[in-house]
Structures are given as C-alpha cells and as structure tokens.
C-alpha cells in the first residue's frame, strides 16, 4: 500500500483540480488553488522533486481528475513470455504503455507491442483491470489502472524500438530484473497463469 501523505497528496490535488474546473466564485477559485498549492507542498517536502517540477506533472491538468491508463500486452511463445528492456532504467517490462486518445485499449496494446518489440500483434482477451496502488510499485504521484491485454504473434520479429534496447522471452523460471514501476514479479507470475489456465477470470484491482 502507498504512504498515507501520497494518499493525502493525491486526494487533496484531485479535489482541487476538479474544483478548479467547475468553480464559479473568485474566493471559490482562490481556495482550491491554496488545496492544489498545498498538495505540492506535501510532495515537495516527502521527495526531492522542486516544487516548480512538481507543479508542472502533478498539479498542472485541467478539467475533472481522473486516473490514467497504463496498457501492458502480454505476449507468450513456447511458454515464454515477451519482455523488453527499457532504455530509462535498463530492466525489463511487458511491453506498453499510456492509453492513447483516439485508441481503443485493444488497438495500444497492439501498437505499444510493435513499436517496442517490432512484433504485429492482435489482441485476444482482457486479462487483467489493476489499481497500481493495490500492487508493490513505488510510490507514484498519479492514480493509475493497469490494463493487461493479451496478444498473440500474427508477424514481425524482434526490433528494438525507441524506448527499448533488448527484445526477449523468458520462462517463469528464468525472469530478468523487471523494471517494477512497470511491472511487478508477482503480476508476470499471475500473467504465466492465464498460459496455464486460458479460462482463468478477468483478474478486477
């Protein structure tokens, strides 16, 4: 489970963002601007992020707050799973990514596999709905589900892409070092489930 002041952090922007949106009155606006003033404070003083940084990823959105989206395709052959290496911090993750506007959550897992893998793909079920803060990510500033998709190889081979610099597939048995802002051992062991088990439930938080 998160700390309780990213807790705290994140609901007390969320109110305030969405107070922002639909305030009328000027004393109204000036109030939530302190909430979302305050919700920077608390992030800035548990972090070494600089409060302007902060200002500009976290409390810098319009409009009601929502979570985002983080698509993973799961892709297996030969009783391996897919993984690729991420560029940022050199470990492994299922491939994905950010839902897309305009993209069907099916349509990125597709296009989040290819470009970071060089694999085509089509999507063939929803595996799993998670909220990263039931899971053991780091702490992170937004609210996010976690979509997995599962995919099956329709072409391609393996090509790293742009945000990648390895393209593999691993046993259970033999995984790398995962990149658990991404992924966590515990969900490519429960993704090695649906390989095990393909009627296995839509796994729900």
Known sequence: MEPKWLSWAKEIQAIAQTGLAYAKDVYDVERYQALRELSVDILANYTLESK???????????????PKTDIRGVVFRDDCILLVREKSD?????????????????????????????????????????DKKFHNHP????????????????????????????????????????????????????????L???????ILD
């Open 52 to 66: 302007e940084t902060i200002r500009l990823s976290f409390a810098n959105d319009e409009g009601y707050c929502t």
């Open 90 to 130: 050199g470990k492994w993750a299922l491939p994905g990514g950010w839902a897309d506007i305009g993209l069907s959550p099916s349509e990125v897992a597709v296009k989040e596999i290819r470009e970071e893998s060089g694999f085509e793909t089509e999507a063939v079920r929803l595996l799993a709905v998670m």
């Open 139 to 194: 702490p992170e500033a937004y609210h996010i589900y976690k979509l997995f998709i599962l995919c099956r190889i329709v072409g391609g081979k393996a090509v790293e892409g742009l945000e990648t610099s390895g393209v593999s597939f691993f046993s259970e048995d033999h995984l790398p070092e995962l990149s658990i802002e991404r992924n966590t051992v515990e969900q490519i062991h429960t993704m090695f489930q649906y």
């Open 196 to 202: 095990q088990n393909p009627n296995k439930p839509v």
